[in-house]
């Protein structure tokens, strides 16, 4: 058994959404987390607007790059989750356990106005 989990957070293009989730869950789980992100097809850069938002909460993107997901980073994560980019995301062989952010998101939402509000931003433009 790992002494530290490894949590993976796979979308398209690893500049936003992923990276974003990546540095939140590394800041606070203060070491506790092994935290990793990748694309199914990485982009050239982290989106401008998600480095600026972090930066505003004091959380440093600059040595950050979109990464592509690789079978081993999948195969070492005990959980996967994807942001909301479906067939474009790895399947997940072995024990990991793979849950997409979406489907979280719709569970904890339970008004009409705030449910198409999560489709709306589920293609937000961020990965």
Same mark, same amino acid.
């Given at each position: 058994?790992? =002494?530290?989990?490894? *949590?993976?957070?796979?979308? *398209?293009?690893?500049?936003?959404?992923?990276?974003?989730?990546?540095?939140?869950?590394?800041?606070?789980?203060?070491?506790?987390?092994? *935290?990793?992100?990748?694309?199914?097809?990485?982009?050239?850069?982290?989106?401008?607007?998600?480095? =600026?938002?972090?930066?505003?909460?004091?959380?440093?993107?600059?040595? =950050?790059?979109?990464?592509?997901?690789?079978? =081993?980073?999948?195969?070492?994560?005990?959980?996967?989750?994807?942001?909301?980019? /479906?067939?474009?995301?790895?399947?997940?062989?072995?024990?990991?356990?793979?849950? /997409?952010?979406?489907?979280?998101?719709?569970?904890?939402?339970?008004?009409?106005?705030?449910?198409?509000?999560?489709?709306?931003?589920?293609?937000?433009?961020?990965?």
């Amino acid at each position: 058994m790992k =002494e530290v989990p490894e *949590v993976l957070f796979v979308c *398209v293009h690893n500049a936003g959404r992923s990276q974003m989730a990546a540095a939140l869950l590394d800041h606070h789980a203060q070491g506790r987390v092994r *935290v990793r992100s990748g694309g199914s097809a990485p982009g050239e850069r982290i989106n401008p607007a998600v480095a =600026e938002a972090l930066a505003e909460i004091g959380l440093d993107l600059s040595k =950050e790059f979109p990464k592509p997901v690789t079978d =081993e980073a999948v195969r070492a994560a005990d959980v996967v989750i994807t942001m909301a980019c /479906g067939d474009a995301c790895p399947s997940t062989p072995g024990s990991a356990t793979r849950t /997409g952010f979406s489907r979280i998101r719709r569970a904890s939402r339970s008004s009409r106005s705030d449910r198409s509000a999560t489709r709306s931003t589920a293609g937000c433009g961020l990965c």
